[in-house]
């Protein structure tokens, strides 16, 4: 640990020591969903689906289960650090040690799974690029810098719970089901409520206003990426949103050869 917490204030990630073992613990966690308890589930309910998968298929899915499982863990996290004080009064430096050091924490172990898999188990450079971009940027809120968004940007995974579930009823022989129906309803609500209205109008205006305010106070370099990684993501937002109302349509149109391989349950592809 004391190796770590040297890398860490080597990197600048002040606030990171005091949340190694939550990280820790969280990157053990998902690997142990990912390596043992998805598998061991899936064997016993759903036999026909997952026993049949080769072995790339059957990896696929266990990343949606690890996926699930850390929209499940994040979201309430995220909800319990809207409203504090200490972040409210300096959006661009200000810290909070318990909840949001928790938060990213969790998330940063996640990510540092997602990473690690996609780099592994290589489907698309994407991926890779993906896992490695999120973790940078939550890791880099232990600097501390950005905090107060970190907890609202991972508001935006809530679409992510319906997406897992979509992807899941597709591979369960349940597409064009109602239930996948009503799921895909919520699914599209969702996506557009927390990405694009909350996510794309309000936090990003007040993100890029933040940014604006500290320009001097930090390095030019990020400014654009951080700034410029917001408007390429919310750029991917819009058309993820559209390849999804194309999706659903075709399920319910009798087309059901949409692709649906996701990067841990961002979008389809």
């Keep these: 640990m004391d190796t770590l917490t040297a890398y860490a204030l080597d990197a600048g990630l002040t606030a990171l020591p005091p949340h190694l073992p ?7 966690f998902f690997t142990f969903v990912h390596l043992v308890v998805a598998p061991l589930a899936s064997h016993a309910f759903f036999p ?12 696929n899915w266990c990343i949606h289960v690890v ?16 409203n504090l004080e200490a972040l409210d009064r300096d959006r661009a430096f200000g810290w909070e040690e318990d909840r949001v050091g928790r938060l990213i924490a969790v998330s940063s172990g996640y990510f540092i799974w997602d990473t690690v898999d996609a780099i592994i188990n290589f489907v698309d450079i994407g991926f890779v690029v993906h896992g490695l971009a999120c973790l940078a940027i939550y890791l880099g809120s232990f600097k501390p810098f950005l905090a107060y968004y970190a907890a609202r940007c991972l508001l935006w995974e809530a679409s992510t719970f319906f997406l897992n579930i979509h992807w899941f009823l597709d591979k369960t022989n349940r597409t064009g089901s109602n239930f996948q129906l009503i799921n895909g ?65 075709k399920r319910f149109s009798g087309d059901t050869t949409v692709k649906t391989h996701t990067s841990n349950g961002t979008a389809p592809k």
């Design 22 to 28: 939550t990280l820790l613990a969280s990157l053990a």
């Design 185 to 249: 309803l919520f699914l599209l609500v969702t996506f557009f409520v927390v990405r694009l209205v909350y996510g794309g109008m309000y936090v990003s205006y007040q993100f890029a206003h933040t940014l604006y305010q500290v320009r001097s106070q930090v390095p030019l370099a990020y400014i654009f990426i951080y700034g410029g990684g917001n408007v390429v993501l919310q750029g991917l937002n819009w058309l993820w949103f559209g390849k999804m109302i194309e999706a659903i349509r």
């Design 48 to 59: 026909d689906t997952y026993g049949k998968m080769g072995r790339r298929a059957r990896n």
């Design 67 to 82: 996926s699930q499982a850390h929209v499940s863990l994040v979201i309430p996290l995220a909800l319990g650090c809207l």
